[in-house]
């Protein structure tokens, strides 16, 4: 009884995997689509690109959908990510973490719809013109008792500081303050 349920168990090992098909459908928000974006796939096997960026592009089907169709055998487990060309323009789902891979597990044929929120350095809003309201003034490599090191301060006073220079005004000192003042030298440009 043994001898049947192994030889039938090593002819099923020995025949080919089943071929499915996987496909890719990108919808981006809003916030992610550009004209002249073009959507890449890489991912952990020759048809997703072997992990490499700009290796495998996406059709373009309508003004905000891209799509891919990838046959990939029966168990076979796919891992990938989306770029805009490179690492360096990866799909973002949320906007505070890096995104894990996707993963499918190929079991069956499937489809997967993936809405990126936007691309990591590339369609990330235009950056905004500076916008400080009120006076900064800059106080260059400020030394004293207990800095280690030359520091810059910046300090920012309202608009009405120059029309009233009786008026006191609260004060709130703010350590690392490069995204305090300005948006358009914050490194996310937003302050």
């Not at 309508?62 to 990866?90: C, H, M, N, Y």
């Not at 691309?119 to 500076?130: A, G, N, T």
């Amino acid at each position: 009884m043994v001898r049947p349920i192994l030889f039938i168990t090593m002819l099923l090992h020995m025949l080919p995997a089943q071929s499915r098909l996987v496909t890719v459908i990108v919808r981006p928000e809003p916030s992610a689509r550009d004209s002249g974006l073009t959507v890449f796939i890489a991912g952990n096997t020759v048809q997703t690109g072997n992990w490499q960026p700009a290796a495998v592009s996406l059709e373009r089907r309508e003004e905000a959908e891209w799509r891919i169709t990838i046959p990939a055998d029966s168990g076979t487990v796919l891992q990938f990510k989306l770029t805009a060309g490179s690492w360096a323009t990866e799909a973002y789902y949320d906007s505070g973490t890096t995104p894990r891979n996707t993963i499918i597990d190929v079991t069956k044929d499937t489809s997967v719809i993936l809405r990126p929120l936007f691309w990591k350095r590339y369609i990330l809003p235009k950056r905004p013109e500076p916008a400080i309201r009120g006076t900064v003034r800059y106080h260059r490599q400020l030394t004293g008792p207990g800095l280690n090191h030359a520091r810059d301060i910046i300090v920012w006073l309202p608009p009405s500081y120059e029309k009233n220079l009786k008026k006191h005004y609260p004060v709130l000192y703010m350590h690392d303050g490069q995204n305090v003042f300005d948006p358009s030298t914050a490194f996310t440009g937003y302050d």
